[in-house]
T-cell receptor, first 116, second 112 residues
Framework: DTEVTQTPKHLVMGMTNKKSLKCEQH?????MYWYKQKAKKPPELMFV???????INESVPSRFSPECPNSSLLNLHLHALQPEDSALYLC???????????????FGPGTRLTVL | GESVGLHLPTLSVQEGDNSIINCAYS??????FIWYKQESGKGPQFIID?????DKRQGQRVTVLLNKTVKHLSLQIAATQPGDSAVYFC???????????FGQGTILTVHP
């Protein structure tokens, strides 16, 4: 099973709202990722978690707050977003074999976020 | 900065034809390359990968070729089908944990 699930599929929020995106995988992967993808553009890395610890933050604004409650779950908490934050938010996971950087990342279907 | 790019942003083929999607990369230290397929409204789907110690790898109907001399990667799809219509991204990695650098993508359209 190479499935990564994400909820919700679609989310519309105002600039003062607080919401969360959720990601789950049951492949035993120990690395999990958040990406942002604008229309007609490639995915851009936001955060990387390795063994439930944040290992990479690509200078993402603090209005995006990631959380990894356990090895299967990854959340992205959203607060005071801007309209330009509207995008497809993708979660991915991969094995983490001794810190290897070459493990295939498997993506979820994404959450389509619209900020009004 | 480092980048991964594509020669052709769009490719239109007839059903049954073979398709070739190209990608140029600039980081000679990259040692892992992946092709993803992304259909409209979906996340990127892994197609095939190749390590830098190989120059060719075959999957089901797909072949990836790696030419390290000219830093070029290609994806060949045999007997292209309408279901192959999607955006195809190449990505390079291996130099920094967890980081993949994606190309800009090629839109493949297969006409019945």
């Amino acid at each position: 099973d190479t499935e990564v699930t994400q909820t919700p599929k679609h989310l519309v929020m105002g600039m003062t709202n607080k919401k969360s995106l959720k990601c789950e995988q049951h492949m035993g992967h120990r690395a999990m990722y958040w990406y942002k993808q604008k229309a007609k553009k490639p995915p851009e890395l936001m955060f990387v978690y390795s063994y439930e610890k944040l290992s990479i933050n690509e200078s993402v604004p603090s209005r995006f707050s990631p959380e990894c409650p356990n090895s299967s779950l990854l959340n992205l908490h959203l607060h005071a977003l801007q309209p330009e934050d509207s995008a497809l938010y993708l979660c991915a996971s991969s094995q983490d074999r001794g810190g290897q950087a070459r493990d295939t990342q498997y993506f979820g279907p994404g959450t389509r976020l619209t900020v009004l | 900065g480092e980048s991964v790019g594509l020669h052709l942003p769009t490719l239109s083929v007839q059903e049954g034809d073979n398709s070739i999607i190209n990608c140029a990369y600039s980081n000679s230290a990259s040692d892992y390359f992946i092709w993803y397929k992304q259909e409209s409204g979906k996340g990127p789907q892994f197609i095939i990968d190749i390590r830098s110690n190989m120059d060719k790898r075959q999957g089901q109907r797909v072949t990836v070729l790696l030419n390290k001399t000219v830093k070029h990667l290609s994806l060949q799809i045999a007997a292209t089908q309408p279901g192959d219509s999607a955006v195809y991204f190449c990505a390079e990695g291996g130099t920094s944990y967890g980081k993949l650098t994606f190309g800009q993508g090629t839109i493949l359209t297969v006409h019945p």
